[in-house]
T-cell receptor
Framework: EDKVVQSPLSLVVHEGDTVTLNCSYE??????LLWYKQEKKAPTFLFML????IEKKSGRLSSILDKKELFSILNITATQTGDSAIYLC????????????FGQGTTLQVKP | EAQVTQNPRYLITVTGKKLTVTCSQN?????MSWYRQDPGLGLRQIYY???????DKGDVPEGYKVSRKEKRNFPLILESPSPNQTSLYFC?????????????FGPGTRLTVL
């Protein structure tokens, strides 16, 4: 069964800490993995990963994919209170369908 | 402004009363999709559409119907809502060429079925 599993489910840190969020997947015909950030509204896109070992970076956020071990991590350095959100990981099943499998999400709280 | 709109944003209804949640996008996207979000379960895909008149089931299609008669609209129909369909619903769209990149999400519809 195709699935995406995120860990931890929740995390509390203080401003300035570095956090690592994990996403492992079992998807029949893996095409790509996506990361989204969700505050009290709709998810917003962060990264798309298709190739193993290539880091995607945007400011203090970065992400990398390991296709052999079937996981991805999202790193946030020097966290700020504005990073408090739910972080969602999702996998596309196949290039020929639009079926998208989401993980349960990781709720990150950054305290001042 | 490029956007995905959903209506209504909030709805409280009773079991068995048919309802439709509308979704519209103004970006000429081929791909549209519906998700529901429940605490501890993340987002789960209900139905998606790769183009006009082409729809397919996601992971949790039971109790829902969709149609795609026009490119911009993708309504979600609950023929006989039940309390277990109480949830937060999101519509999303993207270009097919960018399918594996960014999906634009609507603002969400919070549905309560009593």
């Amino acid at each position: 069964e195709d699935k995406v599993v995120q860990s931890p489910l929740s995390l509390v840190v203080h401003e300035g800490d570095t956090v690592t969020l994990n996403c492992s997947y079992e998807v029949t015909n893996f095409r790509s993995l996506l990361w989204y950030k969700q505050e009290k509204k709709a998810p917003t896109f962060l990264f798309m990963l298709t190739s193993s070992g290539i880091e995607k970076k945007s400011g203090r956020l970065s992400s990398i994919l390991d296709k052999k071990e079937l996981f991805s991590i999202l790193n946030i350095t020097a966290t700020q209170t504005g990073d408090s959100a739910i972080y969602l990981c999702a996998g596309f099943l196949s290039s020929n369908t639009g079926k998208l499998i989401f993980g349960q999400g990781t709720t990150l709280q950054v305290k001042p | 402004e490029a956007q995905v709109t959903q209506n209504p944003r909030y709805l409280i209804t009773v079991t068995g009363k048919k309802l439709t949640v509308t979704c519209s996008q103004n970006m000429n996207h081929e791909y549209m999709s519906w998700y529901r979000q429940d605490p501890g379960l993340g987002l789960r895909q209900i139905y998606y559409s790769m183009n006009v008149e082409v729809t397919d089931k996601g992971d949790v299609p039971e109790g829902y119907k969709v149609s795609r008669k026009e490119k911009r609209n993708f309504p979600l129909i609950l023929e006989s809502p039940s309390p277990n369909q109480t949830s937060l619903y999101f519509c999303a769209s993207s270009f097919l060429g960018a399918l594996y990149n960014e999906q634009f999400f609507g603002p969400g519809t919070r549905l309560t079925v009593l």
